[in-house]
C-alpha cells in the first residue's frame, strides 16, 4: 500500500481520552489525527445524563460533551477519520499506522482505545442500555434517588458500588451467580452490615424487561431451578472489564487483566507509543480521567518528538 500522509501524531480512538489528547496536541502545532473506527465519543455517547463532569452546572448527555469536545479538537486542525486501525508498525524512530484506509506515518501514536464492560449476553440488554441498565455507577447513581436497583456481580467492584448505591437507592439487591461472594472480606462485611442492601445468590438474571425503560429481571435460581421476578428501576453490571488492547498485544507491558501498562507521563515501553484513558491500568475509569490521561498523553508525546526531533526522516 501506498503512503497515504504523515503527521506528528496519530490518535487510535475518539473516546474522552483520544479528543482530549487531540486538542492538547493540535493545540502545541503538532499535526495530530484521530483514527476512531465507530462513533467519535466512545461509551460516553450512550450516557444520558452526565452530572459530575466539572464545570457544567446542568446535566448534558454524554453526545452533548464528545460533540463539544470533537469541535474544540477541530477548532486547532485536529483531522478525525473514521478509519478502522488494522495495525501499527514502527520505520525507524517513526510508526506506521495502517487502517482500513491506508498506510500513514506519524513520530508518536497514543492509543486510546478505551475498554468495554463484559455483558451479561441476556434478552433485553442491548434494548435498555442506557435506560436503566448501566455499567458505572459512579456515573449514573445518582440518577436513581429513592428507587429500586440490582447490581450483579461478586467482585470487589461490584459490592463497592452496590454499597456507594446506597447513598442514593431506597433499596439495593445484589444478584450472584454463586453461593458466597468473591470480594475481599472487608468489602462483605461492609454490604451485609447495610440495612438497604438485600442478597440474592444463587441466581443469574435470565431477561432484562420493560416498556421504556426497566421494570423487572427474571431471575433462574441454580439450585431451585425456580424462575422469579424481581421489580427494579436499574441494574448495574459488574461481570468484569474487557480492555480493547489488541493492536499491540504482546509487543507493550500489559498488567494481568490485560490493560496497558504506562508511567506517569502515559508512556508505555516500546519509544514514542502513548496510552489513555480506559485502556489503561488504572484505579478509577470515568470522563474526568480520560481527558487527564489524554492531555498527559499529548504533552509527553509533544516533549519526546522534540526531544527527538533530530532522528526523525524529514517529511516530504
Known sequence: MDLNTEYDIAIVGGGPAGLS????????????????????????VVTADVENYPGFEENMSGFDIA???????EKFNAEIKLEEVKAIGTEGLCKVVETSNGLYRVKSVILAT????????????????????????????????????????????AIEEAIFLTKFARKVYIIHRRSKLR????????????????FILDSVVQAIEGGDF???LMLYNKKTEKISELPVHGLFIYVGIIPNSELLESRVEF????????????HTDIPGVYAAGDVTHKVLRQVVTASSDGATAAFSAEKWIEENKENFPKQA
Open 255 to 266: 498488567d494481568e487483566q490485560g490493560f496497558i501498562e504506562t508511567d506517569n507521563t502515559m
Open 214 to 216: 426497566i421494570e423487572k
Open 67 to 73: 460533540e463539544k469536545m470533537q469541535k474544540q479538537a
Open 114 to 157: 478505551g475498554a468495554h464492560p463484559r455483558k451479561l449476553a441476556v434478552p433485553g440488554e442491548e434494548k435498555f442500555t442506557g435506560r436503566g441498565v448501566s455499567y458505572c455507577a459512579t456515573c449514573d447513581g445518582a440518577l436513581y434517588r429513592n428507587k429500586i436497583v440490582a447490581v450483579v456481580g461478586g467482585g470487589d467492584s
Open 21 to 44: 489528547a487531540a486538542i492538547y496536541a493540535a493545540r502545541g502545532g503538532l499535526k495530530t489525527v484521530i483514527f476512531e473506527k465507530a462513533l467519535i465519543g466512545g461509551q460516553i
Open 183 to 198: 470480594a475481599v472480606k472487608i468489602v462483605q462485611e461492609r454490604a451485609f452490615k447495610n440495612e438497604k442492601i438485600e
